[in-house]
């Protein structure tokens, strides 16, 4: 008997219907937690730098993100926060050379920085691009360019990570930035917002059949 139906990747993973009703029933869920409503507060109230330590902290933030759990970026944020401003090597603090490097780079040329980024005129796209062209490391990844340009509000964009990939992948999206981008026109909330919401539901198990562990290590700059 010939098969007429391909056999699912992985049976495991039920199929997510992700429309906007199901959304804010996520939204509703997420916010009922201390730190699901912190996140969602923070993300939804995301602005422009006022001042080059602003940027250059939120960029810092980025930078701790890569490759470590939310928690322990967080939890790492204030030490190199302190060692900055006391004029420290923030290697002492946050022993890890590559990343205090690019943390110190980026601290001392913070004034250039801020000039260029109130310079920069353009949209999602060129705003993304322009942070993935600048010269520091981790910075200018082609995930982490999509979190500098969201957290410092230059975009209105999501973090495509592996957790968003699998996300969409599961509810039968073509990429991240289009789920969000239609929850976010059907919800009234901005794309990064639905971006940390999604992210948080499917970290703590509001969204059943993913976590953390089956998508690798990732994390999240909420903070």
Known sequence: MKK??????????????????????IRKAVTATPVGHDRFEWARSLRRPDNADDLALTLVQVVLA?????????AAFPNVKRALHAGKSVALAFPHPHKAAAIEQLWRNRERLFADFQAFRGGDPEAVAWFGHLPVAYI???????????????????KPDRLMTRIAKLAGESDVQAMCRRLAKA???RVGTV?????????????????RRASGRMARNCA
């Open 4 to 25: 007429t139906q391909k056999k699912a990747e992985n049976p495991n993973l039920p199929a997510l219907v992700l429309d906007k009703h199901e959304y804010l029933r």
């Open 140 to 158: 200018r990844g082609p995930v982490l360019r999509y979190q500098a340009a969201r957290d410092t509000a230059a975009a209105d964009v999501a």
């Open 187 to 189: 919800s009234g909330d």
């Open 195 to 211: 971006d940390v919401v999604l992210w948080h539901a499917a970290s703590v198990g509001i969204i059943p059949g993913i976590s």
């Open 66 to 74: 890569s490759g470590y759990s939310a928690d322990r970026a967080e």
